[in-house]
């Protein structure tokens, strides 16, 4: 006679993505150069990526397909903060900043380099990566050093 609304049930299939979920990028993770040979601006100047992810080696090897380039492994530093790095990096070399193909994932983080700029890049993100490291390893130290002041008074 009268059929009530059922609610449909709501599976879990496994390995599902679930796009809403905000991503949070202020954790410990790898930053990443890549350099795009292929990817000429002019007499020695060429293109450099600087990124962060959780997985760099992937990282590369869909970007490469996505941009039809073979995309080289420049440097890649572990840091506790990746977005912070990121951030800093970014900063320092907005001055050669160059936008790529729009619409392609990653297209914002390009940069205009010549070999020397592109070892400075390097130099830079080691030395930003450990003083990010040596931030978070003072941070942790002091906490626990308060913690045991605390607990032994």
């Known amino acids: 006679?009268?059929?009530?609304?059922?609610?449909?049930?709501?599976?879990?299939?496994?390995?599902?993505?679930?796009?809403?979920k905000k991503r949070n990028d202020y954790v410990p993770?790898?930053?990443?150069?890549f350099h795009d040979a292929k990817a000429i601006q002019g007499k020695g100047i060429t293109m450099c990526?600087?990124?962060?992810?959780?997985?760099?080696?992937l990282r590369r090897h869909f970007l490469s397909l996505e941009y039809g380039s073979n995309l080289e492994i420049r440097a890649i530093a572990?840091?506790?903060n990746m977005r912070l790095t990121e951030i800093l990096m970014h900063q320092i070399f907005?001055?050669?900043?160059?936008?790529?193909?729009?619409?392609?994932?990653?297209?914002?983080?390009?940069?205009?380099?010549t070999y020397l700029r592109m070892?400075?890049?390097?130099i830079s993100l080691f030395a930003i990566a450990v003083i990010v490291n040596f931030a978070y390893?003072?941070?942790?130290?002091?906490?626990?050093m308060f913690l045991s002041y605390l607990l032994f008074r």
């Open 1 to 20: 006679m009268f059929k009530r609304p059922v609610p449909k049930p709501k599976l879990k299939v496994p390995g599902q993505v679930r796009l809403n």
């Open 29 to 33: 993770g790898f930053v990443y150069i």
């Open 49 to 57: 990526k600087i990124g962060l992810s959780r997985t760099p080696r």
């Open 78 to 80: 572990f840091t506790m």
């Open 94 to 113: 907005a001055a050669s900043h160059k936008l790529r193909t729009q619409g392609l994932d990653g297209y914002t983080e390009w940069f205009q380099v």
């Open 119 to 122: 070892k400075l890049m390097q």
């Open 137 to 144: 390893f003072v941070g942790i130290i002091c906490v626990l």
